[in-house]
């Protein structure tokens, strides 16, 4: 250990020879710490110089003369200056250590970052999926500028809850844990990104904030009556006069196919001789599927409406337009632009709206109804689990999950048929017929 230098005393320090660097004392910390220092002029008293290193970074100030022979008034002794040094230490580590805190702050990632950079990766991986998702996280998550401005560093699964208690009421559960996916995907790819500036348990904290609601029993399933369905599909083609709505209302009504799936329809999916529809199958799941399209038969009053938009048009062109609009040269104002398919389920939001509140049916009815009231019906109808699930393009296990109850009413009915009559018939007596 280097031998205190002989800096504590006057006498000492009068023996020392001038030098422009200042001799320095460990007062703590060692090397690395805090430094007491005197700088010798070549006349006159000198000056106690203090010194703080930490992680690579020096702060060097003067203090105050020396007790020196012939000092001014202001001269503070060594134990005095060592108290100086410690405390001016104290109060400059405080600073470097807040402006350390604000540049990990600034390059720390938040929220928005989160979402912003999934966004991109999950367009990269697929452009429709990853469109919906920007589309959601935008709208419900970064609109929140509390939530979306909050560092990952300080994101706790009480934060996303009070998010959660943000969004609008009328958020269906299923569309609530849909968001969830997207956000705890975002959030935990953000988190891997950056694992070693951010707490351990940042994970555990995503994960439990962003636990799936729990849906109720019957939550997936608004069944309709036949004549509701009819109230729909003509209250659709009232609300759109352009009746690209109705079209697909009517479609959706008629196949039980999903949203996805009809906007894919093309004209040459429309068999008009064979009286049926070739409906795209989905593209949920990973595995390849046997087949392409799905044949489902449609009624005659169905062909009838469509034979409008299908006259004169090629087989591989959209069946279903609608129209696009952009703003015009007066403010506020939007006019029609082009027509195109239908791309994201939003875009019927406003129109299924007020077909909606015309059709007179409870207001908290979803498109995706039309779906369930068809597989319901080809079940009361006596149609095998297997075939409804294929015309829908769903397995029988998801049928006997969400539409048990309509099963047993259906087949009980098939069942009754084979009820043998247990009581003693009695014998039927033969009437003489006249020769």
């Given at each position: 250990?280097?031998?205190?230098?002989?800096?504590?005393?006057?006498?000492?320090?009068?023996?020392?020879?001038?030098?422009?660097?200042?001799?320095?004392?460990?007062?703590?910390?060692?090397?690395?710490?805090?430094?007491?220092?005197?700088?010798?002029?070549?006349?006159?008293?000198?000056?106690?110089?203090?010194?703080?290193?930490?992680?690579?970074?020096?702060?060097?100030?003067?203090?105050?003369?020396?007790?020196?022979?012939?000092?001014?008034?202001?001269?503070?002794?060594?134990?005095?200056?060592?108290?100086?040094?410690?405390?001016?230490?104290?109060?400059?580590?405080?600073?470097?250590?807040?402006?350390?805190?604000?540049?990990?702050?600034?390059?720390?990632?938040?929220?928005?970052?989160?979402?912003?950079?999934?966004?991109?990766?999950?367009?990269?991986?697929?452009?429709?999926?990853?469109?919906?998702?920007?589309?959601?996280?935008?709208?419900?998550?970064?609109?929140?500028?509390?939530?979306?401005?909050?560092?990952?560093?300080?994101?706790?699964?009480?934060?996303?809850?009070?998010?959660?208690?943000?969004?609008?009421?009328?958020?269906?559960?299923?569309?609530?844990?849909?968001?969830?996916?997207?956000?705890?995907?975002?959030?935990?790819?953000?988190?891997?990104?950056?694992?070693?500036?951010?707490?351990?348990?940042?994970?555990?904290?995503?994960?439990?904030?962003?636990?799936?609601?729990?849906?109720?029993?019957?939550?997936?399933?608004?069944?309709?009556?036949?004549?509701?369905?009819?109230?729909?599909?003509?209250?659709?083609?009232?609300?759109?006069?352009?009746?690209?709505?109705?079209?697909l209302v009517m479609v959706s009504a008629a196949t039980g196919a999903r949203f996805s799936q009809i906007a894919r329809l093309t004209v040459g999916d429309v068999q008009v001789d064979r009286m049926r529809i070739m409906v795209p199958t989905s593209r949920k799941g990973r595995s390849v599927k046997a087949t392409e399209h799905i044949a489902v038969p449609i009624g005659a009053d169905v062909l009838a409406n469509l034979q409008p938009i299908l006259a004169g048009r090629n087989a591989r062109e959209p069946l279903l337009l609608r129209w696009s609009h952009r703003r015009s040269d007066q403010p506020g104002r939007w006019e029609r632009h082009e027509r195109r398919a239908w791309g994201e389920a939003y875009e019927v939001e406003k129109p299924w709206a007020a077909t909606v509140a015309r059709a007179a049916v409870p207001a908290d009815t979803v498109m995706?109804?039309?779906?369930?009231?068809?597989?319901?019906?080809?079940?009361?109808?006596?149609?095998?689990?297997?075939?409804?699930?294929?015309?829908?393009?769903?397995?029988?296990?998801?049928?006997?999950?969400?539409?048990?109850?309509?099963?047993?009413?259906?087949?009980?009915?098939?069942?009754?048929?084979?009820?043998?009559?247990?009581?003693?018939?009695?014998?039927?007596?033969?009437?003489?017929?006249?020769?």
């Open positions: 250990m280097p031998k205190p230098l002989p800096i504590d005393t006057a006498a000492k320090r009068g023996k020392l020879p001038a030098r422009k660097n200042p001799y320095w004392q460990g007062v703590s910390g060692g090397r690395g710490g805090v430094s007491l220092g005197y700088r010798k002029p070549a006349r006159g008293a000198g000056s106690w110089v203090a010194k703080l290193v930490i992680d690579g970074k020096r702060v060097e100030e003067r203090l105050a003369p020396a007790d020196d022979a012939k000092a001014d008034t202001d001269a503070i002794s060594y134990p005095a200056a060592v108290t100086a040094s410690l405390a001016w230490a104290r109060e400059h580590f405080a600073r470097l250590e807040a402006a350390v805190d604000a540049e990990v702050a600034s390059r720390a990632p938040t929220v928005r970052s989160a979402v912003v950079n999934y966004g991109m990766s999950r367009r990269a991986r697929s452009e429709r999926a990853g469109r919906n998702a920007e589309g959601r996280l935008a709208k419900y998550v970064l609109t929140d500028d509390a939530f979306a401005a909050l560092h990952l560093t300080r994101l706790t699964a009480g934060a996303i809850l009070a998010w959660r208690r943000r969004l609008p009421a009328r958020l269906a559960t299923s569309s609530v844990n849909r968001l969830l996916n997207d956000l705890r995907a975002a959030l935990n790819s953000e988190a891997d990104q950056h694992r070693r500036g951010l707490p351990a348990g940042l994970v555990g904290e995503i994960k439990s904030g962003t636990k799936a609601t729990a849906a109720a029993p019957n939550a997936r399933k608004q069944i309709l009556t036949d004549v509701e369905v009819r109230r729909i599909v003509e209250a659709a083609a009232v609300v759109d006069p352009s009746g690209d709505f109705g079209h995706l109804s039309l779906r369930h009231s068809s597989i319901v019906r080809g079940l009361r109808a006596g149609l095998p689990v297997r075939l409804v699930g294929a015309l829908h393009d769903t397995s029988v296990q998801m049928i006997e999950q969400h539409y048990a109850a309509y099963i047993v009413d259906a087949t009980e009915e098939i069942a009754r048929r084979a009820v043998m009559t247990l009581a003693p018939v009695e014998p039927t007596l033969l009437q003489p017929v006249a020769a």
